[in-house]
């Protein structure tokens, strides 16, 4: 074998690695934010705290319309009157950014 194809050979396994291993970096980046922003004191994957579970809130929102973007809004801007009697309150500290990675990790959760 070549040097040259045992380059090739090696740029190959790495993208395949990457490929691979991208959507639970992703996933982990999301649940990091939901972590540092305190969503995990109202929220728990499945079973409801103060708000709903985030597996809830998937299956309630799944295949609707603006999904992605009306969950950006209610992360960041508050919510009340979908789940229950208790308001989620306005996040400020989460840019448009983060809370679209957010909403695409609750996205995922539908089972
Ligand atoms: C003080 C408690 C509390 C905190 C902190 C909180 N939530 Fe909520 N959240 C709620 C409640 C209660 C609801 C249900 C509101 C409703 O019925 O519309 C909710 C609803 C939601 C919804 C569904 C939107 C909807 O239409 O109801 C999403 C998405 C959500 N929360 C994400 C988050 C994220 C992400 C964070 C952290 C940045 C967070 N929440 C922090 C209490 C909280």
Same mark, same amino acid.
């Given at each position: 074998m070549t040097h040259?194809?045992?380059m090739t050979l090696a740029?190959?396994?790495?993208?395949?690695?990457?490929?691979?291993l991208a959507p639970s970096a992703h996933a982990d980046t999301a649940k990091n934010l939901v972590r540092t922003h305190g969503c995990f004191t109202c929220h728990a994957l499945s079973g409801t705290k103060v708000g709903p579970a985030f597996e809830t809130i998937a299956a309630k929102f799944a295949g609707k319309k603006? $999904?992605?973007?009306?969950? *950006?809004? %209610?992360?960041?801007?508050?919510e009340s009157g979908?789940?229950?009697?208790?308001?989620?309150?306005?996040?400020?500290?989460?840019? $448009?950014?983060?809370?679209? *990675?957010? %909403?695409?990790?609750?996205?995922?959760?539908?089972?």
């Open positions: 040259r194809s045992l740029a190959t396994a790495a993208a395949l690695t990457l490929f691979v603006d $999904e992605e973007q009306t969950l *950006v809004n %209610a992360i960041r801007h508050g979908t789940f229950g009697s208790m308001a989620m309150p306005a996040n400020t500290t989460v840019s $448009e950014a983060d809370a679209k *990675v957010i %909403a695409c990790w609750i996205a995922t959760l539908k089972k």
